[in-house]
């Protein structure tokens, strides 16, 4: 049972564009939300997170949205850069029921084209 | 030190060999993380340490799959009688704990291949 879900396994978006990757959830439990994003040959690098007390977090380039009654959250990169292709990977926790496991979705492949 | 370390980098073992996987956390990092990503797929949890003790082994995926951390530092996964569908690559993690927000630092990770 997948509870973390990224439904796009790729995505290619041209430089200095928006890229916008999607995520959506099952678990109501779930109350921490993080974004990874992984180069080939090198381990997932921790990008942005957002509790589920806001519906917003903003760093640089890179938002997060989160829409709780939809279980989905999303994350827009603008714009967009040619180091930013990689794989995104989508994570969720509940800190409420002591759960610190991250559960990962599988990711989407991120391409920007010059 | 200053990420996480693993090792060997890559691995290539025949079926039904034993491996060992080996994670050095970030100095003062209490909790310990092992994940697997196959190919395609996202990242699977297998354990979870907090300290020397595993309070989450949910995610093994068979009796054959064994993990231990001494000292609070290294820990060392190893998989017994090896099977073609164990080839992935096996991430480890570490964070300063397990309460709170929870970010995890991830190792580049041990690529095992089973022939």
């Known amino acids: 049972d997948q509870q973390v879900k990224q439904n796009s396994p790729s995505l290619s978006v041209q430089e200095g564009r928006i890229s916008i990757l999607n995520c959506d959830y099952t678990?109501?439990?779930?109350?921490?939300f993080l974004w990874y994003k992984k180069y080939p040959a090198e381990g997932p690098t921790f990008l942005i997170s957002?509790?589920?007390?806001?519906d917003k977090n903003e760093d640089g380039r890179f938002t997060v949205f989160l829409n709780k009654s939809a279980k989905h959250l999303s994350l827009h990169i603008v714009p967009s850069q040619p180091g930013d292709s990689a794989v995104y990977f989508c994570?969720?926790?509940?800190?409420?029921?002591?759960?610190?496991?991250?559960?990962f979705g599988t990711g989407t492949r991120l391409t920007i084209i010059p | 030190g200053a990420g996480v370390s693993q090792s060997p980098s890559n691995k290539v073992t025949e079926k039904g060999k034993d491996v060992e996987l080996r994670c050095d956390p970030i100095?003062?990092?209490?909790?310990l993380y092992w994940y697997r990503q196959s190919l395609g797929q996202g990242l699977e949890f297998l354990i979870y340490?907090?300290?020397?003790?595993?309070?989450?082994k949910s995610g093994l995926p068979s009796d054959r799959f064994s993990a231990e951390r001494t000292g609070g530092s290294v820990s060392t996964l190893t998989i017994q009688r090896t099977q073609q569908e164990d080839s992935a690559v096996y991430l480890c993690?570490?964070?300063?704990?397990?309460?709170?927000?929870?970010?995890?630092?991830f190792g580049a990770g041990s690529r095992l291949t089973v022939l």
């Open positions: 993690a570490s964070s300063p704990d397990s309460s709170g927000a929870n970010v995890l630092t």
């Open positions: 678990n109501s439990m779930f109350d921490y």
């Open positions: 957002i509790s589920s007390i806001k």
């Open positions: 994570a969720a926790s509940g800190l409420n029921f002591g759960n610190e496991k991250l559960t």
């Open positions: 100095s003062g990092h209490t909790a």
């Open positions: 340490f907090q300290g020397n003790s595993a309070p989450d």
